[in-house]
């Protein structure tokens, strides 16, 4: 049996806030109250509410891209697999969209750590990513970030799987020809 680390516990407690209150309006000691952990704690695992949120996140992408490749995991998988990860904490990522604004704003944050994890799986499959490729790549990753907004705050309905199909069809084709979606 795999035990929850001190950062997972923090993380979730933050979440279960984040449903409920405006993120900018959480403290630390709420968070740290919520969960049983001290202020110190906290502390010792992220330097702000911001490092957690990042923190939180770029785990999530890790675990899903990192299985490309292994036991079938598809990116067409991993698409899909995203979007229900969307669905399934909207009041959370909505909370997170609306209330992050500059250095803080998850919309860039998300959008970054896409290109980086997409990025660090190209170089890994060898392909050769050069500053325009660089470019259609970070055009891909804002525009599904503006898709998942989209969706999110109801502009239009969709499910998970028509969500991971918006997701693969607009892959461009400079994209698609290193990415290899259908692999």
Partial sequence: MKRKTAKEILAESFKE???????EKITIKEITDNC?????T?????????????WDYAKE???NVGKIGRDGHTWKQALLVSAKYNIRHKEYLLNLFKHTSGI??????MTDVNVSFISEYLKKE???IDEDLMRVLESYCYGAVKITIDRLTGKYDASPEDMARIYELSVPETLRQVLKPDK
């Fill in 17 to 23: 806030l984040a449903v409920i209150r405006d993120i």
């Fill in 36 to 40: 049983g952990y001290s202020p110190a």
């Fill in 42 to 54: 906290f502390y010792r695992q992220f330097k702000d509410k911001y490092d957690l949120i990042a």
């Fill in 61 to 63: 992408v890790e675990q």
């Fill in 104 to 109: 803080y704003s998850f919309e860039q944050y």
């Fill in 126 to 128: 060898s392909a050769q």
